[in-house]
């Protein structure tokens, strides 16, 4: 069975961090890339990072040099670490399969007020 579920989210005040973690099965984790996204309230779904089967990472210009993206493919896991975290971050954050996404999991509030 193909799952998705993320966790970790909360709520945090500007400047602090967060770390997300995406737990997977059902398909092959090892080969395949992995993307976080977001949606915040109102607006659409947008990729936020993405880091391939070989390691490599790329993100959105808003969140470069603040979060960062890793996996662990005993896990089959993936997480985003988010640091120096500001208002506009805040949102439900999925991951997916980077190419053939699957269905979406529920999500993870993340939120970032005083």
């Known amino acids: 069975q193909v799952q998705l579920v993320e966790s970790g989210g909360g709520l945090v005040q500007p400047g602090g961090s967060l770390r997300l973690s995406c737990i997977t099965s059902?398909?092959?984790?090892?080969?395949?890339?992995m993307n976080w996204y977001r949606r915040a309230p109102g607006k659409e779904r947008e990729w936020v990072a993405t880091?391939?089967?070989?390691?490599?990472?790329t993100y959105t210009d808003s969140v470069k040099g603040r979060f960062t993206i890793s996996r662990d493919n005993a896990k089959n896991t993936v997480y985003l670490q988010m640091n120096s975290l500001k208002p506009e971050d805040t949102a439900v954050y999925y991951c997916?399969?980077?190419?053939?996404?699957?269905?979406w999991g529920q999500g993870t509030q993340v939120t970032v007020s005083s």
């Open positions: 059902g398909f092959t984790f090892s080969s395949s890339g």
């Open positions: 880091i391939s089967n070989g390691q490599s990472t």
């Open positions: 997916n399969r980077r190419f053939q996404p699957l269905d």
